[in-house]
């Protein structure tokens, strides 16, 4: 069966309009709110300061995130027995 010559230009107006929509829509900026976009291949992970958060290339990183993490836990165990203690003091 032969389709319409109305029918098949029908179809080449769709697939037409289809195709410039996708094209224009590729050349939009788009904004990403769900995920952060990263830059080029050699782009910094954190692009206004690259060398604020390089953990990586970090010099004494064992020691000191076990510090800051021994720190904290003193702290989180620390200040509750200090404040019971202050208060039982004042009794």
Do not use: C, E
């Amino acid at each position: 069966t032969m389709a319409t010559p109305a029918a098949m230009n029908a179809l080449k107006q769709l697939t037409r309009g289809s195709v410039l929509q996708n094209a224009s829509r590729s050349l939009t900026r788009n904004f990403h709110s769900s995920r952060p976009t990263f830059g080029g291949d050699h782009a910094p992970a954190y692009v206004h300061a690259p060398k604020m958060y390089d953990i990586g290339s970090m010099k004494n990183r064992k020691l000191t995130f076990g510090a800051m993490a021994g720190g904290a836990v003193f702290l989180g165990f620390g200040i509750p027995f200090w404040a019971v203690h202050y208060t039982n003091s004042k009794l």
